[in-house]
T-cell receptor, first 115, second 114 residues
């Protein structure tokens, strides 16, 4: 069983909808990540939070809005998405931002379909 | 800049045969290297990692990898493939230079024939 839990597992939304993806970990990790993965491609880094502060934004469009309410939770708010945003969104965590040399613990992902 | 190259987007083996998935890296500083596995409709799971200790690294599910600096390689092997090994495998590199940001290879899909 994964120790990083993502909800929902599947989400279908229209281009005018507002929805959120949620991620939770209880390993005491202080760095949390959002990745986007298109079919047959490696994960692409979107955002990194370190100690609940946004540390890295990989030039992600503003229709994706991350939030880290506390050290265990990470949200990704979605608004006015495009069909090309359909993908598997993966959450990951690590003990600290530069801890474990880059080893990450991944959730099972939320599969997003934008109609 | 760092990069990872995985040779072969698809590898097919018979059940019980040797598994060899190739990974070559490029890094100007000592790298840290990882193999992750992704089963269908799941997230990524760490198989093993090299962090400058022993060059032969053993991981989960019978996999191992050897760090060869002279060849800039970190190939993944398993002596005997099992049907349950069918998955996507990603090699990844990080280093102090990149603030330990993971750089993933393009992935190799392992197919296991009965």
């Amino acid at each position: 069983d994964t120790e990083v839990t993502q909800t929902p597992k599947h989400l279908v939304m229209g281009m005018t909808n507002k929805k959120s993806l949620k991620c939770e970990q209880h390993m005491g990790h202080r760095a949390m990540y959002w990745y986007k993965q298109k079919a047959k491609k490696p994960p692409e880094l979107m955002f990194v939070y370190s100690y609940e502060k946004l540390s890295i934004n990989e030039s992600v469009p503003s229709r994706f809005s991350p939030e880290c309410p506390n050290s265990s939770l990470l949200n990704l708010h979605l608004h006015a998405l495009q069909p090309e945003d359909s993908a598997l969104y993966l959450c990951a965590s690590s003990p600290i931002l530069q801890g474990s040399y880059g080893e990450l613990f991944f959730g099972e992902g939320s599969r997003l379909t934008v109609l | 800049a760092q990069s990872v190259t995985q040779l072969g987007s698809h590898v097919s083996v018979s059940e019980g045969a040797l598994v060899l998935l190739r990974c070559n890296y490029s890094s100007s500083v000592p790298p840290y290297l990882f193999w992750y596995v992704q089963y269908p409709n799941q997230g990524l799971q760490l198989l093993l990692k090299y962090t400058s200790a022993a060059t032969l690294v053993k991981g989960i599910n019978g996999f191992e990898a050897e760090f060869k600096k002279s060849e800039t390689s970190f190939h993944l092997t398993k002596p005997s493939a099992h049907m349950s090994d069918a998955a996507e495998y990603f090699c990844a590199v990080s280093s102090m230079d990149s603030s330990y940001k993971l750089i993933f290879g393009s992935g190799t899909r392992l197919l296991v024939r009965p």
